[in-house]
């Protein structure tokens, strides 16, 4: 038996790329022949993958979880396995991965958009390890990352996360992430900040190329992320055992509770 290995470009983002189309497309390259009396299963005529065999609708394709493989992702970070991909999130949800591979420390806060021209709401969405869902979440990242690099707060701007989507038409949750001087970073300068970068036209409100519902003041809303409760599996505090966690803005801070002594997440 041989165990077959299927890359494809990350520029493809509109493929079907799912293990039952890749088996249909798989056995569409399989030809069945005779020679001598002995048959065999060849792909696309050059390639002998079988002999004495039986035509079959049979064709197993799986995904294989990058994940496994315990050096994927740096340190203080964890892997999410994709479907033909994986992605790296820091451990903790006060830092965030920065062009350099590592986790950096920033401060955080969340900003929701309504998102009206990506059609009928897919199911998919909703499920984070999905490819529709990283799909979107890279796609809309990019747009969020172009908007703050072109603002006043460039300089100061990490990067953005998505935490999430749900339906009508479709609401994207997201983070966006600012080195720590939080005298100068405040949720109305970082909500202004965006909003700068929209377009409004005859036709409508735009960040990029999604189009948004509401105005240039409205259609990008922002608020304190809350650390300690997220809405989302990506995002989970790390104060550990026998610790609370108090949220603050921008951050969030761990204590040891009554009774406990060490430093968190280390309490005992």
Not at 135 to 141: K, P, R
Not at 200 to 212: K, N, P, S
Not at 223 to 235: L, R
Request: hydrophobic share 35%; with cysteine.
């Amino acid at each position: 038996m041989v165990s077959l290995y299927i890359f494809f470009l990350s520029t493809l983002t509109q493929v079907d790329i799912n293990n039952d189309n890749l088996g249909r497309q798989f056995r569409a390259g399989l030809v069945s022949s005779t020679e001598s009396g002995i048959r065999k299963l060849t792909l696309r005529n050059r390639y002998v993958l079988a002999r004495n065999i039986q035509r079959t609708t049979a064709a197993n394709v799986a995904d294989v979880n990058e994940c496994l493989s315990s050096t994927r992702c740096g340190p203080a970070q964890r892997c999410v396995n994709y479907p033909g991909t994986y992605r790296c999130y820091c451990s903790s949800p006060r830092q965030i991965i920065i062009e350099s591979g590592l986790c950096s420390d920033v401060i955080t806060f969340q900003g929701i958009l309504n998102i009206t021209n990506l059609g009928t709401f897919d199911p998919n969405l909703l499920i984070i390890n999905s490819i529709p869902w990283l799909q979107l979440a890279l796609s809309l990242e990019s747009a969020v990352n172009a908007a703050y690099r072109k603002s006043n707060l460039a300089s100061r701007y990490k990067g953005s996360q998505v935490t999430g989507f749900r339906e009508g038409s479709v609401i994207a949750t997201y983070v966006v992430t600012f080195g720590q001087a939080r005298q100068e970073i405040t949720v109305s300068n970082v909500q202004a900040a965006i909003q700068r970068q929209v377009t409004e036209t005859v036709t409508g409100t735009f960040l990029g190329q999604y189009q948004l519902s509401g105005t240039r003041q409205t259609a990008v809303m922002y608020q304190d992320y809350d650390e300690c409760n997220p809405a989302s599996s990506i995002h989970i505090q790390d104060c550990g055992t026998g610790a609370t966690c108090t949220n603050q803005i921008g951050t969030y801070s761990c204590q040891c509770d009554t009774g406990y002594e060490g430093t968190p997440p280390f309490c005992a």
